[in-house]
């Protein structure tokens, strides 16, 4: 089953069953102020008006009836609880591609005109923020980006979504829906929005170029994530070979449970942790499950994504990081303050967005974009500190480099307990990391270690920085290359320099569950790796069948080599 993409920006999300009438509603105010706009338009035409502009707009006015479409919209927000945009532009799709099968080249045609209708309801609703949007963040998702999804109704076959792009804060929603597999157009490996669908343990295929373009709704198709394949309409044999692929893959996965309660001790002996990686306080739940030892990062940037118009405040954000504390029962949970910016923007709405920035990735972004606000940032400090006296919490800080936005963090720390400690709210001790993703921090490490308890290697950026490639770029995704030598080189001494000053070091980008890459991390001393809670039990056979003396001296020379990537 086959989710395309159209060019409209539109917001998609999921609608309370409740509150379809009034979504319905909205879409008919629209339609009707449309209606009545071009009436208007058409009274006022000059009287020397060619006769062809006032029938144009008779059409517009007549496909803003069509039965068609207002029928096939109230389906989908009734029977699929769509969004209006959303179902507007998905009962457009459909009346679209009939039209293209149209003989008659006049009616052909006429989808031109369907399309500026749909467009114009399209516009008027922006201006009108919808009543109907969830309040939460994590039911709410508007896109900010210029794409817009569309469901067959066959709702006995497993969905797969195909999509131009989509936003981190969409894939995020789309953890509560039903989708077996996904694919995009664009993005990289570890761009936000393929982390978002891994953590959702389904087979992703991401930069698949023109896949949403190529594939047509109905289509049957075969996502190989492992290899990055997309196979449309597969024939019966290859088929029949996937069938037998995924059972093999539920087989490993019920193997693999059985290490659920197994310690991660490498056979000499040394303890592993393997932390988990979560977007929200509820995935919490998903990591207890598979065993981990604790929450390594916590992207909290996830709460203040697909908001409409206003932040989390102090309230809200200290019961979310309250809720993951109490989730993981005593285990220690590491909150990242809040990285947004890059491929994870705010929604348009809330006026703070990459608009305009050349280069996000270098821009305003993480712990920038947190100095840059320091009454924002504050309440989210605060927010942290206060939840830390539920349980025991690690704060993470993004993206630093220099000196000065340390010391500057650290004031500000200093001044949000003073705060809290002014109005006597309790709150509770932190621990203090720092991630290490940009190069300039991995070559000053006695810096950071001056300041902080812990360092948290976040490679997927530091792979970034380091080569230059844009992670969320699929042009140059072949680039962008986790055993580099540089990059390799970065990790083995930002390891090294915290075991040798006895402080925690761990790695939380997508290669800690990366099981190509344990015994490398291992063999570079790496004791604690953090992930998505679908990937610690294979992480964790990984540690289980490693001896972790005879792997250093093999690490060293994976470190020298010219092509590392061969060694592994
Ligand atoms: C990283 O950069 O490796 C990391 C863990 O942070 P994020 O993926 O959220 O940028
Ligand atoms: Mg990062």
Known sequence: MLVASSRADVAHYFIDAARTAEEIQRLRVARDAVSEEITRVQRDLPKDAPHELSALLDVHLMLLQDEQLISGVKHWINDRLYNAEWALTTQYEIIARQFDDMEDEYLRERKADLEQVVERILGYMKGVASPVLPAAPAAASRQPRAQDLLLDDTMDVPLVLVAHDISPADMLQFKQSLFVGFATDVGGKTSHTAIVARSLDIPAVVGARSASQLIEQDDWVIIDGDAGVLIVDPSPIILAEYGFKQRQGELERQRLNRLIHTAALTLDGHKVELLANIEMPEDTVGAVKVGAAGVGLFRSEF??????????????????????????????????????????????????????????????????????????????????????????????????????????????????????????????????????????????????????????????????????????????????????????????????????????????????????????????????????????????????????????????????????????
């Open 303 to 568: 709460l203040f994504m697909g908001r409409t118009g206003r932040l989390p405040d102090e309230q809200e954000q200290y019961l979310a990081y309250r809720k993951a504390v109490e989730g993981m029962n005593g285990l220690p949970v590491t909150i990242r303050t809040v990285d947004i910016g890059s491929d994870k923007p705010l929604d348009r709405l809330v006026g703070k967005t990459q608009d305009g920035q050349l280069n996000p990735a270098l821009g305003l972004r993480a712990i920038r974009w947190s100095l840059a606000d320091p009454p924002m940032f504050l309440t989210q400090l605060r927010a942290i500190l206060r939840a830390a006296a539920h349980g025991p919490v690690n704060l993470l800080v993004p993206m630093l480099a220099h000196g000065s936005e340390i010391r500057q963090t650290l004031s500000l720390l200093d001044f949000a307990r003073a705060t809290l400690d002014n109005k006597g709210i309790a709150y509770g001790p932190v621990q203090l990391g720092a991630m290490i993703e940009i190069p300039a921090a991995a070559l000053t490490l006695k810096l950071f270690l001056k300041y902080f308890d812990f360092l948290s290697i976040g490679t997927n950026d530091l792979i970034q920085y380091t080569l230059a490639i844009d992670r969320a770029d699929e042009a140059v995704a072949h680039l962008y290359d986790p055993c580099h030598p540089a990059v390799l080189r970065l990790i083995a001494d930002t390891i090294a320099e915290c075991n040798a000053q006895g402080k925690g070091v761990s790695v939380c980008g997508e290669m800690a569950g990366d099981v190509t890459m344990t015994r490398l991390l291992l063999g570079l001393g790496l004791r604690s790796f953090s992930m998505h809670p679908s990937q610690i039990l294979a992480v964790k056979q990984q540690v289980l069948r490693a001896d972790a003396g005879k792997l250093t001296p093999w690490a060293a020379q994976v470190l020298a080599s010219e092509e590392p990537a061969a060694l592994l």
